[in-house]
Structures are given as C-alpha cells and as structure tokens.
C-alpha cells in the first residue's frame, strides 16, 4: 500500500486544503502526517518544539512519516521539514510525491510569519527565506511535479496538479 499522492512544501503553502481537496476530486482518503503526531503526543506541534527541541520533533516526526507511507492509500500531506530527514527522501523515491511552492511575499500573506511557528519566531521574512533556500533543492529533488501557488485559489492548484500528476477524477 502507498499513497495516491505525497504533498511536500513549506509551513502555510495550503498543503491540508489542496490536500482535502485532492482527496474529494479523487474519492480517496486524506491523511497529514503534522495531524497524527499532534493526535498522537497531545500537544501541539510547536509546543514539542519548545519543549523538547527541533532534533527530538523531527524523530517523532519521522516515525509519523514512515508509519503513514506503510498504511495510507489516499492523499498524504507532509510536514513542511520532514523531507530534511535522508531516510524520509528514500522512502518517497517511486512515490507520486507533488511540491507545493511559493514565494515568499506569498507566505506573508498566507502565514503572517509569525511567532507561532517556531522556526520563525525571531526574524521571519529572513528566516522563512533561509529555510527555503535550505530546502527547496529537497523538495525538487523528491518531486514528480511542482506547482506554484502564488496567486492561485486552491481549486486551480488542486486542478492543475491534477493535471502535472495525469491523476484522473473518480
């Protein structure tokens, strides 16, 4: 069993929207890894964060990731950083794995930047920036398609990936 699709992109660029949307287009189940470690742990994910540190989130974190690849069949949404783990890219080779993108002036608009992320909390514009530069090589190098979505609704991102990825309606 694997996923129909894998959804990959930074904090806020609509990976749950088009994610569900996906899903009812395609009759399929949806599932978001940041969800399940949140249901699991009892605590929001920034708080594992604060309390625990980036390095034991990401190994929960991988755990979710690993698990729901071996038991979903639906549409898959990742958290933003879980492509930063080796093992995690290995898992998603063969995978129908789309990238959502956008820039920055878009994830103002969408996110705010703000403190609630916690890899944001200092300087957002810049940090948000510094991630992306850090990550959008993983992110294309995992990706069978790429959609940007400045500018779009999530109903033209959801139907032109179905488009990229040849995905046929049910």
Same mark, same amino acid.
């Given at each position: 069993? @694997?996923?129909?699709?894998?959804?990959?992109?930074?904090? *806020?660029?609509?990976? @749950?929207?088009? *994610?569900?949307?996906?899903?009812? #287009?395609?009759?399929?189940?949806?599932?978001?890894?940041?969800?399940?470690?949140?249901? +699991?742990?009892?605590?929001?994910?920034?708080?594992?964060? !604060?309390?625990? *540190?980036?390095?034991?989130?990401?190994?929960? +974190?991988?755990?979710?990731?690993?698990?729901?690849?071996?038991?979903?069949?639906? !549409?898959?949404?990742?958290?933003?950083? @879980?492509?930063?783990?080796?093992?995690?890219?290995?898992?998603?080779? *063969?995978?129908?794995?789309? $990238?959502?993108?956008?820039?920055?002036? +878009?994830?103002?608009?969408?996110?705010?930047?703000?403190?609630?992320?916690?890899?944001?909390?200092?300087?957002? #514009?810049?940090?948000?920036?510094?991630?992306?530069?850090?990550?959008?090589?993983? $992110?294309? @190098?995992?990706?069978?398609?790429? !959609?940007?979505?400045?500018?779009?609704?999530?109903?033209?991102?959801?139907?032109?990936?179905?488009?990229?990825?040849?995905?046929? +309606?049910?």
């Amino acid at each position: 069993m @694997s996923p129909v699709v894998v959804l990959v992109g930074p904090m *806020g660029v609509g990976k @749950s929207t088009v *994610g569900r949307l996906l899903a009812e #287009r395609l009759t399929v189940g949806y599932r978001d890894t940041d969800d399940d470690i949140v249901a +699991e742990q009892g605590r929001a994910i920034a708080e594992i964060f !604060v309390d625990e *540190g980036e390095a034991a989130f990401r190994a929960i +974190e991988k755990a979710a990731v690993r698990r729901a690849l071996a038991e979903h069949d639906g !549409v898959l949404a990742l958290g933003g950083g @879980s492509i930063l783990d080796e093992g995690t890219r290995a898992l998603l080779a *063969g995978q129908r794995v789309l $990238y959502l993108s956008m820039d920055v002036e +878009e994830a103002v608009k969408r996110t705010g930047l703000n403190a609630a992320r916690p890899l944001l909390a200092v300087n957002p #514009r810049k940090q948000w920036r510094e991630l992306m530069e850090a990550r959008r090589h993983l $992110y294309e @190098s995992i990706a069978t398609a790429v !959609v940007a979505t400045d500018g779009r609704t999530p109903e033209e991102v959801t139907q032109i990936a179905l488009d990229a990825l040849e995905l046929k +309606e049910a």
